[in-house]
């Protein structure tokens, strides 16, 4: 948006976003506790993340090399030494009184990641992210089950500990869509890198810093001041827990903020709760200023110094490259790329099949037959990954001109996912077998003499006459020829 | 002695940060203590620093499983519990 453009009273959403993840590993960030789902509650808990006297954290290797792999994935600097802080505050969510976190000297800092809206391409400066432990978690229990009604707190110390990556970005968001479109990116590369499972039940949590700010304060660029971003009062919205939820509580926040500002009133800077059953964001009470928390040297821990381990660390292919290289090496489109390679299991398996049949066949038939089937029926492909060669086989059967792409669509790949029968079963009991040539050149014959009208149309120029003549010989044949190859043969036979 | 007093309004913040309920005399109270505290506290200002132990750095231990112990143990100490959670007040 240039200066001129910009029409009195017009207003630009300034967003900045703290991207909670959980880390796949085994064990929790200080103690070997499992981080695996638990039977019943205070079951993986230990001296150490219950924090009882005496007990000494010490930092899980796998949970750095995470991060470190987050750190080059994000195109972050891994500072030469990083270490951890205590960061005080009085909640039952962790027994210690203090969460172990980072504070000045973060393992990731200045990294971007480019989220694409719209077709438009734009990075996002990544400021910092860091490691820290996860906190227990609590329920609220009597009264109305509000967190203010309740009669007592029930605590469950399992998910305490397990390690988590705090993701801080700049305030670079101008939507609520870019939001989205970011955390769709960042859980993809995430899941690239095999240190995040999206389908885990909370393992993404999300607080968004919002505020609108004047249009006519933004230079010719388009880029805001630090004065102008600092001047506006911002709420920070908590408790989003997916890129959805994140679209849906920052546009109401948006439409919030906007029409306090219309009506001539002062939006307060609080800290506001995203309830996501009645959508909409309410204030919290005010919490702790960062001097509260009185962050310390954790002088359990002592500093990690990794930077080297960027190098000696290797990370694969990540979304956006293998999305450009798909589009180079097998000519996709670009939304044909983007659906192959949402997840890496989706690309390892269009790959595979690419190596072997036709990269367009392969392509159509990974993004949008299977996908498009696995996404009618609400299941992601990882549910398949016992039967991916099945899907191979019925893709061979195509390639091979075995069964019509129709059949193979509409009659085994739906059977196969709904009554998990094998395609080669299906073909067989369903008689889906190519119709031979002769049986489909005597049909074609027959239309023509069952069909005088059809066919004195046709000759009069009427090409649409022949649609009808194809159909008759599809339901002659039971839907088993190729249309196409029957329109040619309606075509020779007639055209002589 | 520290530059800048202890005030009322300070004890109070920490107070409630710390979630303690104080009563007004016990605010006195703690005014002059936490003088007396951090006056105790400046004469470490003239310990001469020094730099901790270069060698220490990454300690790191494998991702594998250690024991856990028992829900039962794991609660032992706790005052109240229900359902195999410890059981708290309210905590909004």
Redesign the interface.
């Known amino acids: 948006m240039t200066a001129q453009t910009v029409q009195q009273g017009e207003l630009v959403t300034v967003i900045g976003l703290e991207v909670h993840v959980q880390l796949e590993?085994?064990?929790k960030i200080f103690?070997?506790?499992?981080t695996g789902d638990a039977d019943?509650?205070?079951?993986?808990?230990?001296?150490v993340c219950?924090g009882l006297p005496g007990a000494l954290p010490?930092?899980?290797?796998?949970?750095?090399e995470a991060a470190v792999k987050i750190g080059k994935a994000i195109d972050a600097e891994i500072p030469q030494?990083t270490r951890f802080h205590r960061k005080?505050?009085?909640?039952?969510d962790l027994p210690k009184n203090f969460q172990i976190t980072q504070y000045d000297e973060p393992i990731c800092q200045s990294g971007e990641l480019e989220v694409r809206v719209e077709g438009e391409r734009r990075p996002i400066e990544i400021e910092r992210a860091h490691l820290e432990e996860d906190p227990g978690s609590?329920?609220?229990?009597g009264?109305g089950g509000g967190?203010?009604s309740?009669?007592?707190?029930?605590?469950?110390?399992n998910r305490a500990g397990t390690p988590l990556m705090e993701i801080v970005t700049a305030p670079d968001f101008r939507s609520p869509a870019e939001v989205r479109a970011f955390l769709a990116e960042l859980e993809e590369v995430l899941e690239y890198l095999g240190v995040f499972d999206a389908e885990r039940d909370g393992s993404l949590r999300v607080d968004a810093n919002l505020s609108i700010v004047e249009a006519a304060e933004a230079d010719e660029n388009g880029e805001l001041s630090t004065e102008a971003l600092e001047s506006a009062n911002r709420t920070e919205v908590k408790n989003i827990s997916s890129h959805k939820g994140a679209e849906k509580a920052l546009a109401y926040e948006e439409t919030r903020q906007k029409n306090a500002i219309q009506r001539g009133r002062v939006v307060e800077q609080e800290t506001r709760h995203w309830d996501e059953s009645r959508g909409i964001t309410v204030s919290m009470?005010s919490k702790?200023e960062e001097k509260?928390y009185r962050y310390f040297e954790e002088a359990d821990?002592?500093?990690?110094?990794?930077a080297h381990w960027r190098e000696e660390i290797e990370i694969p292919e990540l979304p956006r490259a293998r999305r450009e290289r798909f589009r180079e090496e097998y000519a996709l489109d670009e939304e044909a790329a983007s659906k192959l390679t949402s997840t890496k299991q989706v690309a390892d398996f269009y790959e595979d099949l690419a190596s072997e049949f036709d990269p367009d066949l392969a392509a159509t038939w990974v993004a949008d037959e299977l996908l498009g089937e696995l996404n009618y029926r609400d299941m992601a492909i990882t549910e398949l990954e016992d039967r991916l060669d099945e899907v191979a086989r019925l893709v061979e059967l195509v390639a091979t001109d075995e069964i019509t792409a129709k059949n193979a669509k509409e009659i085994v790949l739906r059977t196969m996912l709904d009554e998990g029968a094998a395609p080669d079963a299906i073909v067989e009991a369903e008689g889906l077998g190519k119709t031979d040539e002769g049986e489909v050149q005597a049909a074609v014959e027959a239309a023509i003499a069952d069909n005088p009208d059809a066919v004195a149309d046709y000759a009069e120029g009427d090409d649409g006459a022949i649609n009808f003549l194809v159909g008759q010989v599809m339901q002659a044949t039971g839907g088993s020829a190729d249309p196409g190859t029957v329109n040619q043969l309606l075509r020779a036979e007639l055209d002589d | 002695m520290s530059e800048d007093a202890v005030t009322e309004k300070d004890v109070r913040h920490v107070a409630s940060l710390a979630r303690v309920a104080l009563a007004d005399d016990e605010v006195d109270r703690f005014t002059t203590q936490f003088e007396e505290i951090l006056d105790a506290f400046e004469t470490l200002e003239e310990v001469p620093s020094v730099d901790r132990s270069a060698e220490l750095t990454n300690v790191l231990r494998p991702d594998e499983k250690r024991d856990s112990l028992s829900p039962e143990e794991a609660l032992e100490n706790a005052p109240e519990t229900e359902e195999g959670r410890f059981k708290g007040p309210n905590v909004s």
């Open positions: 590993t085994e064990t103690c070997g506790c499992s019943e509650p205070n079951e993986h808990v230990c001296p219950l010490v930092v899980n290797e796998a949970a750095v030494e005080n505050y009085y909640y039952p609590l329920q609220h229990v009264g967190i203010d309740a009669e007592y707190t029930l605590i469950d110390y009470r702790a509260d821990i002592p500093p990690l110094q990794v």
